[in-house]
């Protein structure tokens, strides 16, 4: 593809999931696999559960002593034992007998049954030595959970690719998995890149602003999972880009860059990225953000993102949080998109490209979704995307948007995994 092409957003997109492969695995204590990516199959080292258990709190019976109970007719046993959770009961049961047992507590031999405690009646505390007094006939098996029921020994009980939550790592846990190999976070160092930058302690002089890309750059990183290295701001010159580029390269596993992304006479970051390695895609049919090349370096990913904060941001949402993703294995890619009834008028004033605007997504009382601009919708602002929700597309083509007419909102608080 020649790289000056004006692309679409989808196509920018596909380019980075296509170029970006997940990358080092590691192995990590359970609780620290939450939400993350397995890289190998994993398997049980035992039957779980080991041995057939009660579902319920009741008493452990013979089915067939119980064929013709009935409320007019109840059948007497005699409780021979009792089975709390973390013991068992030797003898084989026999007809006539039963035995008090707990949730949890292994299935007598000889038993093939449990009826729950509030369907019964008893003389005394219901223990040994007591009659207990059935109504009804009892379906084999009921109230049993069976040996291996969750997981067979040496059976794989989560897959490669799997995302785990915590209900999964209990099933890790109870098949004897307590570290999981999973792919790692990836370190994304950035670098900062003009002339005009103070540190966003300073009180910036005149022609001076503070830094604040540094920051949010690396909310949005550690928000997709990677690990921000921070390098030091670098003014507009190609020697010292390059030098700062190289280095964050050899000690990172990706780079983001923001100023110097477009064809000014000072914009010299998307350059020396065609220097270092391979240029993918400059130029996207986007507003905002339309010159926002990605690359790639001796195999590792680098997006070269606008200095405005506005299209920086857009940026990160778009690509430098799906490349993440991508290196961590994740292939649920796409954050949850849903339709809505604009509540205000949206003007494109000539403007063909597909536009991502700051929004609100608020549902009504019958379940259907609006949608409403949030604020000043420049590039160069934060403020307006800290109160949003979603970026309502406005589609390629010259077309306005009226209220009342329906468009897609792309929500960018909810998750990928959400749906």
Known sequence: MDIS??????????????????????????????????????????????????????????????????TEDSVQLECVGYIGAGSCYEPTLQPGQCVRIMTGAPVPAGANAVEKIEAVTFTGEGLVGDTI??????KL??????????AKA?????????????????????????????????????VGIGSELVDAAEVPGPG????????????????????????????????????????????CDALVTTGGAC???????????????????????LKPGKSQPFGTVDGKPVFVLSGNPGASAVGCEMYVRLGIRCMQGYTKLDRPRIKATLTCD???????????????????????????????????LYGSLQRSNCLIVVPTGNADLATGDQVECLLTLVSEEAL
């Open 141 to 150: 098996g009921r109230n049993i959970r069976k040996a291996g029921e969750e």
């Open 5 to 70: 092409t004006v692309i679409s957003l989808e196509e920018a997109r596909a380019i980075v999931a296509e170029k970006v492969k997940p990358g080092r695995v590691e192995t990590v204590p359970l609780v620290q696999a939450i939400g993350r990516v397995l890289a190998a199959d994993v398997t049980s080292d035992i039957d779980v559960a080991p041995f057939d258990d009660s579902a319920m709190d009741g008493f452990a019976v013979v089915a067939a002593d119980l064929e013709a109970a009935s």
């Open 133 to 138: 007094s059935f109504t009804a006939p009892i």
């Open 346 to 380: 949206i003007k494109k004033k000539g403007d063909t490209r597909m536009i991502l605007q700051r929004g609100v997504v608020s549902q009504r009382e019958d379940g259907s979704w609006e949608a409403v601009l949030m604020g000043n919708q420049s590039s160069g």
């Open 208 to 251: 001076m602003i503070r830094d604040s890309n540094r920051y949010s750059v690396a909310a949005y990183i550690q928000a997709a999972g990677g690990i921000p290295r921070l390098y030091a701001r670098v003014p507009d010159d190609a020697e010292a880009i390059q030098a700062a580029m190289e280095t964050a390269l050899a000690e």
């Open 263 to 285: 064809a000014g006479d000072f914009d010299l970051t998307g350059i020396t990225l065609e220097k270092l390695g391979e240029i993918h895609f400059v130029r996207v049919n």
């Open 154 to 190: 040496g059976e794989v009980v989560l897959p490669a690719g799997t995302v785990i939550n915590p209900a999964g790592a209990g099933l890790l846990a109870s098949t004897g998995n307590l570290e999981v190999p999973v792919y790692a976070r990836p370190v994304v160092g950035f």
